[in-house]
């Protein structure tokens, strides 16, 4: 009942490329990497958007401090 050792992998792997065929087994290996390469230009594209603007504190330019009064 303990986890599957490297050789139920090594197995198992035989018997997908038997039953899927290698060409098969390869063109979907492909789109899984085309997938992962989506999905991480995805990730860099948020990155890019998600990054605030340079913040221009409006107040400050139309609200001098106040001069200070001599006593």
């Given amino acids: 009942m303990g986890g ?3 050789m139920h ?3 198992f792997g035989g018997v997908a490329i038997l039953v ?3 060409g098969r087994f ?3 290996m492909g789109d899984v990497a085309k997938g992962v390469k989506q999905f991480k230009k995805g990730l860099a594209d948020e990155d ?3 990054k605030p603007a340079a913040r ?3 107040k400050a330019a139309t609200d ?3 001069a200070a009064k001599d006593v």
């Fill in 48 to 50: 890019e958007e998600g």
């Fill in 26 to 28: 390869s063109a979907m």
């Fill in 9 to 11: 992998w090594l197995l």
């Fill in 56 to 58: 221009i504190d409006t």
């Fill in 4 to 6: 599957f050792s490297l």
């Fill in 20 to 22: 899927l065929g290698g």
């Fill in 64 to 66: 001098p401090e106040p």
